[in-house]
């Protein structure tokens, strides 16, 4: 009898206190639909804007992530190659490795990144490494950012090239160009830096770099363009996992010899982004107010993003010329990093 009262003592509390009925559990919201939903989840965040854009967003969305975009430009285009074939005129390969590395605070951002591109008979090479650094106030998240780039621009062959002065249109003949033969390489190294404040579903970029022009880079003309870019995004949340989110990005352009007395040239972007759940996103826009664009993306799992896009111009004189503007895949996969 002892037994059985102190079995039923034992017992007791996990009859009583070991069951919830099923009115007594709360749901829990995901994520993606509450009001004070973080920017860093945005799959199209993670997809679309890099560190390459803006320093700030290295180790942004805290994750390990490596990723590789293969991209096509002016697709009408081509270069002859050695067999006498066209080839496209315009082409480059991307790719990243981005890294949160701050510890549990998660303050600190490093970033590396590799690209080979072909314009023409012009290669260049980019390496860089950029890193950001995060102040959090509540709600409130300022992300500073800084990039340093190392460049390597090369000529690859300039017998195959032409130039305007080359033919006569009244007998069809061909001449040799006037143009002087640039240099067959040269190095460059030069720095950006930027900014990201983003306050629950509002977001706020800016980013500053001043480069050398590649077209002038062979030459040794030392002209450089400095570009000012500012975008604003805000967050819809429209229900059922879907999020509208429009964007606006102004950009300024000064080339010149001397900064500040160059040539000024404005740009303007707009971009709609609807993300289902943040599993896939599609975005429609207008470019530099020449070229509509088109990107969707899917997430498989929170590791494996897979995504395209295109654009064509909307210049009819450039779209005989070029054909599609451009054309990208990529593909980016993510972990969460060992100390989280």
């Known amino acids: 009898m002892r037994i059985t009262t102190v079995l039923f003592i034992l017992l007791l509390p996990l009859f009583v206190f070991g069951q919830e009925t099923v009115d007594s559990i709360v749901p829990i919201e995901p994520e993606w639909n509450r009001k004070d939903y973080s920017q860093e989840d945005k799959i199209f965040n993670r997809s679309i804007w890099t560190f390459v854009d803006n320093p700030a967003l290295a180790g942004f969305d805290r994750k390990l992530a490596a990723a590789y975009r293969f991209r096509m430009k002016n697709l009408s285009m081509g270069v002859p190659n050695d067999k006498g074939k066209l080839e496209l005129a315009f082409m480059k390969h991307e790719a990243f490795v981005d890294l949160s590395t701050g510890g ?15 314009e023409l008979q012009h290669t260049i090479q980019h390496a860089m490494l ?12 300022l992300i500073l950012g800084a990039k340093i780039t190392f460049q390597l621009s090369k000529l690859n062959d300039w017998g195959k090239l032409t130039f305007g002065d080359m033919f006569d249109p009244r007998y069809g003949l061909v001449y040799q160009t006037n143009e002087i033969r640039p240099s067959s390489k040269s190095n460059f190294i030069y720095f950006g830096g930027g900014l990201r404040y983003y306050w629950k579903r509002f977001l706020f970029d800016y980013s500053v770099e001043r480069k050398p022009d590649n077209g002038w880079a062979l030459a040794q003309m030392g002209t450089n363009i400095m570009t000012n870019k500012l975008k604003a995004v805000y967050h819809f949340n429209v229900g059922d996992g879907i999020t509208i989110s429009p964007e606006v990005t102004g950009e300024i352009q ?5 900064i500040g007395s160059g040539n000024n040239f404005g740009f303007f972007s707009a971009y709609a982004t609807i993300t289902y759940k943040d599993m896939a996103y599609g975005q429609l826009g207008i470019a530099d107010l020449n070229r509509l664009s088109f990107r969707a993306g899917y997430q498989l799992k929170d590791m494996l993003v897979i995504e395209a896009g295109l654009s064509s111009y909307l210049d009819k004189t450039m779209e005989k010329i070029g054909g599609l503007a451009g054309v990208d895949v990529g593909i980016r996969y993510q972990i969460r990093p060992w100390y989280r």
Do not use: C, L, M
């Open 104 to 118: 549990p605070k998660q303050n600190w951002g490093t970033a590396v990144y590799y690209s080979n591109e072909k």
């Open 130 to 141: 950029a890193s950001s650094f995060r102040i959090n106030i509540k709600d409130h998240h």
């Open 254 to 258: 000064s080339i010149g010899n001397n």
